[in-house]
């Protein structure tokens, strides 16, 4: 009886990592097993089962409707027992010492953490965090590898692994030089956005994303005048006179003075920055105790908009 529930947790083991990565060959690196062996586990399982868990396509792989259901019911589980001995020494720490690793974009780490970091490390001083400044798709990689306890940013496409709760809800605004038209109205329209010439961040960042998005479902057509690295940069530039830009509130705390700053909020909807973490892991008692200081109490409601955009974004 014992083997055959090594035997089983082997197979559910070498399915989940092969649903989660798309690849039976990446599952099989990640599992440090042969390709022919994770292949056999699972067409295993598929016996048993009486059922096909892939759609198999060379080398691709693809959930069917089986698969799916399958692994709604594994992949925690095999989590949970995979990180027992990890989970088991966090759970034993208090919050006397240890580590707090957080991984975080630019926004996050300039505009969002030094508040709530600085609450968190006057309480708890023995407490080691260090801060990690990733791209997006570093931060979900580390999430999916445990590198991280949590990160912190604002995602359009979460894969499904993963878990999100809010902690702020930020808009958008335009900001001008103050001798620029635009800088006089009371109210910006799209018509008031087309044919300007902008300032933008890189183009993968989230913020960019959504805002280009809104831009051709509104086809308002406009010109970038130049792109630069972050939003410190685009606010500078910005005030120089090189062009107009759409930046998060959230980067508008410290704002030069030689900014003109209009909202937005019938142009673009309202986001969230958030907590990220794999689904099924267990935080440790540092994460759990700043995230109870930030006020992250329950998963992100998104509006219909949003929901919209995201689907949109996902598709591209």
Known sequence: MAKYRYDRLRQLRAF???AELGSISRAAERLELTQPSVSLQIQSLERELGVILFERRGPRIRLTNDGQALHAMAQTMVANIDDLPTQFAKGSQSLDG????IGAGQSSTLYLLPPLLERFMAQHPNVQVRLHNLSVGDMLEALRTDRMDFAVGAVLD????LRYQAIYSYGLSLITPPDHPLAERDVI????LANQDYIIPPRDMTTWRLINLVFEQQAIQYRVKLEVGSWEAVKRYVSLGFGIAIV???CLAEAPANLAIRSLPDIFPKRTYGAISRRGRALSPPARRFLEMSGMDMPTELTARQSELNATITRE
């Open 248 to 250: 998060s509130n959230v």
């Open 16 to 18: 989940c990592f092969a």
């Open 158 to 161: 979460l894969p499904n692994e």
């Open 98 to 101: 240890g580590y707090l690793d």
């Open 189 to 192: 329209s799209t018509r008031d």
